[in-house]
């Protein structure tokens, strides 16, 4: 019986000690990882971590109470027989034109105080060349609408020479002009420095841009007035966002209207930058934005201020013509010229031949 | 009769020897493990690749690497072996996270070879120390992406974001993806970084020279000094180097940029499927190549002898490939 009992208690030792022996060693050699601490990144959930995405309001208002003008904008969209130039204009990609959409609050507002807008797309049916020999021969279909027209607002820098002979005239009779370009402008339309020669403006290659505050992105600069000449069309304005802005001038000095904010700097040179965004020469306006005007970007600080002042701005002028009877000066306008206004009565005003591309 | 035959017990010097030969054949089958046992260091210095671009199948091998390393008591240190030009953000975030954890276990060194930008920078930020070499490329703190534009209405839809969106929104969440990048990598390096914030989110790229320089990285140094600096960290003394690959089997796709966006292209002749656009981007965009400046290679554009064409691949007259790869 001892004999049984000393194997039996040999058996269950040996047994014992070589799964205890496995589980002790598989216990040490384990290889499974522990729970681990949370580790916290504040930074990704601190205050400050959401950019505020509220789009905002606009109401554009104006003050004048001029007789009713008319407006005549291209839009920079080069129409061939309703085709866009490029296939990429289509998916409102890579045009350097503007939508009808992109100047609805500019627009809108002048409709809504009695103001005409004519939209100028030069197109296969109506070549941008000289009309027919009945029309004088030398002008241009430009040079006729303009002739229709007191103001003109364009988004377009690329005119031949009669065309910006055109313009010239218009401005010499008293025509207000908008011209809103952007830095990409330089790229794809060759022949701007004519335009600018024409107006006496200048424009300088590069984007401004703010790192340290702007309005939800590096380009889409703050400008603020300068307090000179053009306090009438900064009347309201703290700030204006211009999205993409390139820095103008005028030939004369002076003038200048919107600068950039403190902190801005100039992208060719990577150097801060005070140099105007928003000129005016007479009756003359140049900013080096366009995307400012779009519904999305009016309801960005004060740009329906803005928007509403630069209204007022172009129905105060009207062209001086020998046909023309005089009409009242604009109460807004600081031309000092008794203005003309060749504009015709609505009824036989020549519609639009093209309406803008979306 | 017995004593006189010849007796058949060993002699002691037979025994001996008997001994001495099946202790010399039992030693040599042990002495190979003996020898490893003994050769063999416990401590390892893991080498984790990540190369190509960024994407969420590199991001979990590296995730489960990192991981694996994190519960094996034998690798000391790690050095992540880098060159990738950046690419998802959501996959960069989660290396990020994994080195981050790591890092906080054991000594983690970047070792960067020629680039290591935008989301690759992002991946290796959390790192003890960054090493590159004097031409290594290094920065490019910022999000890509396309200006939002204002779209015709989508009709459909149960809710006006499920298929539109609104400009000023989608540049809240842009500024907001790339406030989130530049804000870890003030985190992570800002004490490092020789710069305000607002120079960093400028997004520009180093030479390794200058990076030493101004913070964005530690040390020029070669990928075996980087290997020796995080041993010597640990105290591994005799160590050895456990290398990782990561990435995909197939091979990572390649990225290539068109005018408005990065397309991620998974194979060599790409049918559409096999092109992904990729949106919103924490890539350097100069290291990504124009779709306009990829040739293409097929073989009927292959010609010999200026004739006919052969299926040889000895020609030398290539098509420009314009709206093939990526288009």
Do not use: C
């Not at chain 2, 893991?46 to 008591?73: F, K, Q, W």
């Not at chain 2, 002749?269 to 990729?278: E, I, L, N, S």
């Amino acid at each position: 019986m001892s004999d049984i009992r000393t194997l039996a208690v040999a058996f269950v030792v040996t047994l014992a000690a070589i799964t205890g022996g496995a589980a002790v060693t598989g216990f040490v050699t384990a290889d499974g990882a522990a729970p681990a601490p949370e580790i916290q990144n504040e930074h990704y959930v601190d205050g400050d971590a959401v950019a505020n995405d509220t789009p905002g309001r606009a109401t554009v208002e104006m003050e004048s109470t001029a007789r009713s003008q008319t407006v005549l904008v291209d839009p920079g969209i080069d129409s061939s027989g309703g085709v866009a130039a490029s296939p990429l204009a289509l998916l409102g990609l890579g045009s350097p034109g503007v939508a009808d959409r992109d100047i609805r609050p500019l627009a809108n507002a002048l409709i809504e105080n009695g103001h005409e807008i004519g939209v100028y797309v030069p197109g296969a049916t109506q070549p941008r060349r000289a009309a027919g020999p009945g029309s004088g021969g030398a002008e241009t279909r430009l040079g006729e609408r303009l002739a229709d027209a007191d103001a003109f607002v364009t988004f377009r820098t690329d005119y031949d020479e009669a065309e910006l002979s055109a313009i010239e005239e218009f401005v010499d009779s008293g025509g207000r002009v908008i011209v809103a370009t952007e830095p990409d402008a330089a790229f794809d339309q060759p022949g701007a420095v004519g335009l600018d020669s024409t107006l006496e403006v200048t424009t300088e290659p590069g984007y401004v841009y703010n790192m340290e505050e702007n309005d939800l992105n590096y380009q889409r600069v703050y400008a603020e007035p300068t307090g000179g000449s053009g306090a009438a069309l900064t009347e309201g304005v703290d700030r204006a966002v211009l999205p993409s802005a390139t820095p103008v001038g005028t030939a004369t000095g002076g003038g200048d209207v919107l600068r950039p904010i403190e902190g801005s700097e100039l992208s060719t040179t990577r150097a801060s930058t005070e140099a105007p965004l928003l000129v005016r020469s007479d009756g003359v306006v140049m900013v080096g934005d366009s995307d400012f005007l779009s519904p999305e970007n009016a309801a960005r600080a004060d740009n329906d201020a803005l928007i509403g002042n630069l209204a007022d701005f172009l129905v105060a002028g009207g062209q001086a013509t020998p046909t023309a009877g005089p009409t009242p000066t604009a109460p807004s306008g600081n031309q000092t010229a008794p203005s003309g206004n060749q504009t015709a009565p609505s009824g036989s005003q020549e519609p639009p031949e093209n309406q803008t591309t979306g | 009769m017995s004593s006189k035959q010849p007796s058949t017990a060993l002699t002691s010097r037979q025994r001996l020897a008997v001994v001495v030969v099946a202790a010399a054949v039992v030693g040599a089958v042990l002495a190979p493990s003996v020898y490893a046992a003994t050769n063999d260091p416990d401590d390892t210095v893991a080498v984790v690749e990540i190369e190509g671009p960024v994407n969420t199948a590199l991001a979990e091998d590296v995730e489960s690497e990192l991981a694996d390393i994190r519960a094996n008591d034998s690798v000391g240190a790690v050095v992540l072996k880098i060159d990738t030009p950046g690419g998802a953000p959501v996959a960069s975030e989660r290396m990020y996270k994994a080195v981050q954890r790591t890092s906080e276990q054991m000594t983690v060194i970047a070792s960067v070879q020629s680039i290591s930008a935008s989301g690759g920078y992002y991946a290796m930020a959390p790192a003890d120390e960054i090493y590159v070499l004097p031409t290594s490329t290094v920065g490019s703190i910022g999000l890509n992406a396309p200006a939002p534009r204002s779209t015709a209405p989508v009709y459909g839809p149960s809710g006006p974001d499920k298929a539109g969106s609104n400009e000023i929104q989608r540049w809240a969440e842009q500024q907001t993806l790339a406030d989130t990048f530049v804000d870890a990598m003030m985190a992570e390096r800002e004490e490092e970084f020789q710069m305000p914030r607002e120079e960093v989110a400028k997004a520009d790229v180093y030479l390794g020279t200058e990076a030493v320089e101004n913070g964005f990285a530690d040390e020029i140094g070669s990928l075996n000094e980087a290997i020796h600096a995080a041993a010597t960290e640990e105290n591994l003394g005799e160590y050895r180097v456990d290398t990782r690959e990561t990435g995909p089997d197939g091979g990572l796709p390649f990225l290539l940029r068109t005018d408005t966006q990065v397309v991620a292209v998974h194979a060599n002749d790409p049918g559409y499927a096999d092109v992904k656009p990729m949106g919103l981007t924490y890539v350097h965009l100069p290291a990504v190549p124009h779709v306009d400046t990829v040739e293409r290679f097929s073989e009927s554009d292959l010609k010999v002898d200026g004739g006919e064409a052969a299926t040889g691949a000895t020609g030398n007259e290539t098509a420009q490939s314009t709206g093939g790869v990526g288009a």
